[in-house]
């Protein structure tokens, strides 16, 4: 599928028209040295062969990405910009509203055509439910693009007012830079405080499934921004060559607006209304980005911002726009007592080749293993100083488990020192969920609860337990048992003692950084097992999970005690009215009780780990584990029915093996090893990456002709693992879901771990070692630590429950970087709201905790185990 050319000695996968040659290079780089200045200007773009406008320092894609539609308005669809390597315009499309939000109404793409000749490219946008069609036509035309939006048919009357053409500028790329509008001069805000109008409902256009961002309180209406500025021309950044964009509206005006005023996750949004009773071309815009000549993106040098440990290869990957020409050496230097810096090695840059818009050179610097500081310098890029050293490993996973994870404890309260994280959450937990409920975030309920509890009845026995699935609020029910069994993995691997963490699980209260003589990780375990325990008395299985009732709640920010009133609903009172413990506002979260197979085993396996990791801490805890988990498993045998009303995903239709499994190595009961051995043959034939890890797992309790056996599959794995290489420089998967793809590095390195531990002769240990490497910055775009507070220079600005603060929970680990189509690699440094690549997940985040703990196993104990 991709061919591999040479180019300036470098293996390059030829995906791109456009490549210099090998003499013209150099010299290129000399006249862009000389040219280089601040000196803004614009120059032509053209139609590359990957579809979007190009030209240096400014690429514009039309709906290169469109809405997944899972999670609504991604903010990574329509007409984008991507200005000196920074993406700083989204959701250029015909939109119903001036500053939509993430669950307002999009597009479909019907059509979508890139004509070189005509240098446009064009889309059929249509809204179904109001029978609306628009045409967006973009064409390179001087030095910018014009954007046309015709319509063949007059806008229906019932979107007059609501219609027209928007493009999204991202807040944080236009911080404390002004605005000239038709020559008034504006300063863009830094918070927002623009105007705002509440409207009644009626002149709403409906959001995703009928629900409401808005907490109208009972007034049937719901608040709309009213522009900044208006005007026909708007230059946004006219000081910044970087930034500077030029927007003239050739018919009808152009409108400023702050979406953040209803939203914070909203971005500056420039807007013209589609006129009523009109066919034809209804807005045209001429839009101008200025550029620096000969724009060359400054390398960046990637390479772990935690450092080294001596007996492991170290490697830098050095990113280089195309233009730019690789030097032929990097150097180490050291850092002394002193403050001077030595050069401790230099050596040769080894060209990698080609990967969507870059070119990439490694450095290795394996061969220095003294302990100390040190930092890379690749011509006058130099990186943040690291430490070379034996204990660099020793406590990367200490904040996520003593302060990330306590802060996502849900039904406590949770301080740390002077701070209060949050109060006691959820006191009210929770009712029934409706049948037949098109919900958010994934939750939905077909025509049965498939429970003894009538729909909105409160279930008792829910309020515990449990923790913040990510940066929303919900007990996601697959991510809580895959966090259980990840972190009984590491007690059972590595007995980590550690203890920084007060908890009181009958005060419901948790103090970080209060040694209480107890273990941290059982106390987590404790904690998810209690909400597991509590799903299995109240319905003898596991459910799909408890959330927000309403999407007002969902979209809280900050501290989750204030969601509800913690008073069970009740509807003897009226709204805002309270008697007691209970409360006539419905605002309760739902439990989604759908009966899910798949789901159950889940809920099993992490029970029957979990008994033995509390065997000898809270032994009767661990005995009603066991004891659960076995009586589920038993009903879920002879009931293979499902009302979930989903076909499991396909890497969740292989959950049962892993529930028998772990329920094999609590009991050694042969009923669990002959049903475990009956699935994982085939299932190693179907889904090989998937069920490897439980397939080894597995090895001590069958015999040698079992290991025999799994060999090949081990050998085939590793086949798969060597080619990671010729697909990007780093040597691990990189992901291309619309959610970044540190969860699948994570997940393959500490698989690689545990098939290191059994077949040492055909997996080394260098898969996990890189696994961490590229999550502690070793990865695409930056080189920063995916996870906060960890390394020199982390992630300081996540999505997580605080992110509305520009804000980050120590510990946490980010998504990475995402793969916005057909060649960008993005992960946001400067702006917390993109799910994606900046919201931590509690089963990506106990993985972690287990692959540092791996990573420290396999470096420091290397002599025993060779
Ligand atoms: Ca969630
Ligand atoms: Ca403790
Ligand atoms: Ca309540």
Redesign the pocket.
């Known amino acids: 599928m991709v061919q591999i050319v040479r180019w300036f000695g470098i293996k390059r996968v030829e995906d791109r028209g456009t490549y210099l040659n090998a003499i013209s290079a150099p010299l290129l780089a000399i006249v862009a040295m000389v040219l280089l200045s601040n000196t803004s200007f614009s120059q032509k773009l053209h139609l590359n062969d990957l579809g979007y406008f190009e030209t240096r320092g400014l690429n514009v894609l039309v709906f290169s990405n469109q809405y997944t539609g899972y999670f609504f308005d991604e903010k990574t669809a329509g007409i984008e910009l991507i200005h000196h390597g920074v993406r700083t315009a989204t959701n250029g499309a015909v939109r119903l509203r001036s500053t939509p939000e993430q669950w307002d109404a999009i597009p479909t793409v019907v059509d979508r055509k890139v004509d070189s000749v005509k240098n446009t490219v064009e889309v059929l946008l249509r809204y179904k439910d109001y029978d609306f069609d628009s045409r967006v036509v973009v064409t390179a035309v001087d030095e910018g693009v014009m954007v046309d939006v015709y319509l063949d048919k007059p806008l229906p009357e019932k979107l007059a007012g609501d219609a027209g053409f928007n493009l999204e500028f991202l807040p944080s790329a236009y911080f404390e830079k002004t605005y000239l509008i038709d020559e008034s001069p504006g300063i863009l805000p830094l918070y927002p405080a623009g105007p705002t109008v509440l409207k009644p409902d009626s002149l709403k256009i409906p959001q995703y499934a009928g629900h409401s961002t808005f907490d109208d309180r009972g007034r049937h209406a719901y608040v709309d921004p009213l522009p900044v500025a208006v005007g026909s021309t708007l230059i946004l950044a006219p000081e910044d060559p970087e930034r500077r964009v030029e927007i003239q509206s050739l018919d009808g005006q152009l409108m400023l607006f702050d979406g953040r005023n209803v939203a914070q996750n909203g971005w500056f949004v420039v807007r013209s209304l589609i006129p009523s009773n009109r066919t034809g071309k209804v807005v045209e815009w001429h839009l101008t980005a200025s550029t620096l000549k000969n724009w060359i993106r400054k390398p960046v040098i990637e390479f772990s911002q935690v450092g080294y440990h001596p007996l492991q290869e170290k490697k830098a990957v050095f990113e280089l726009d195309q233009n730019d020409a690789p030097l032929k050496t990097a150097s180490l230097y050291q850092v002394t007592p002193q403050g001077e810096s030595v050069v401790k090695l230099t050596a040769d840059v080894k060209p990698w080749g080609h990967l969507f818009r870059y070119n990439y050179v490694t450095f290795d610097f394996s061969s220095v293993k003294d302990s100390g500081l040190y930092f890379i310098k690749y011509g006058d890029v130099k990186t943040d100083a690291f430490p070379i050293d034996a204990h660099v490993y020793d406590d990367v996973w200490h904040q996520t488990l003593d302060v990330w994870f306590p802060a996502q404890m849900d039904h406590v309260e949770v301080k740390d020192a002077y701070k209060v994280w949050h109060g006691v959450p959820f006191l009210d937990d929770a009712r029934q969920a409706p049948v037949n409920e098109e919900h958010f975030?994934g939750y939905r309920m077909g025509p049965v609860t498939g429970t003894r509890y009538k729909p909105g009845e409160h279930i008792p026995g829910l309020n515990v337990g449990g923790w913040f699935?990510?940066g929303?609020f919900?007990i996601?029910e697959p991510s809580q048992c895959e966090t259980i069994l990840n972190l009984s993995a590491t007690w059972e691997n590595f007995r980590p003692n550690l203890d920084e963490t007060y908890v009181d699980e009958q005060h419901r209260y948790v103090d970080i950084h209060d040694p209480d003589g107890k273990p941290d990780v059982l106390q987590q375990i404790v904690h998810g097992v209690l909400q597991q325990l509590g799903q299995q008395k109240a319905f003898g299985r596991a459910i799909f999970g408890i959330t927000q009732a309403h999407l007002y709640e969902y979209n809280h920010l900050g501290d989750a005690s204030t969601i509800t009133d913690n008073l069970i609903y009740t509807p003897r009172l009226k709204p805002y009215e309270t008697e007691g413990d209970s409360s006539g506002t419905p605002d309760d979260r739902w439990a989604f009780t759908n009966d899910m197979p798949w789901l159950n085993y889940l809920s099993i396996s992490a029970l029957a780990s979990a008994n033995r990791a509390l065997k000898g801490y809270d032994d009767s805890l661990a005995n009603e584990c066991l004891s659960v988990a076995e009586e589920s498993w038993d009903r879920q045998q002879e009931d293979t029915a499902s009302t979930g009303d989903e076909t499991p995903a396909f890497f969740r239709q292989f959950t049962e093996m892993p529930a028998d499994l772990q329920l094999l190595i609590s009991t050694k009961d042969k009923k669990y090893a002959d049903r475990f051995e009956r699935l994982i043959w085939p299932a190693l034939d179907r889904a090989m990456d998937y069920v490897i890890e439980p397939a080894v797992l597995a090895l001590p309790y069958f015999g040698s002709d079992y290991k025999t056996r799994l060999e090949a599959y081990v050998e085939k794995y590793k086949k798969e693992n060597d080619k990671l290489f010729t697909n990007n420089p780093y040597g691990i998967p990189i992901g291309m879901r619309p959610w970044a793809g540190d969860e699948e590095v994570i997940r393959w390195a500490v698989t690689n771990y545990y098939l290191h531990e059994a077949f040492p002769k055909i997996i080394g240990p260098e898969y996990t070692i890189r696994g961490i490497d590229y999550i502690f910055g070793c990865h695409p775009y930056s080189n920063i630590s995916f996870v906060s507070g960890v390394g020199t220079h982390s992630k300081k600005i996540i999505y997580g429950n605080n992110r509305a603060d520009f804000s980050f929970i120590a510990g946490g680990v980010v998504p990475g970087v995402l793969m916005l189509r057909p060649d960008f690699l993005e992960n946001k440094e400067d702006w917390p709201f993109f799910w994606g690549e900046n919201e931590c997940v509690i089963n990506i985040c106990s993985d972690y905790i287990f692959l540092a703990n791996a990573v420290g196993d396999l470096l420091n104990n290397v002599p025993s185990r060779r």
């Open positions: 975030d699935d990510a929303d919900d996601d």
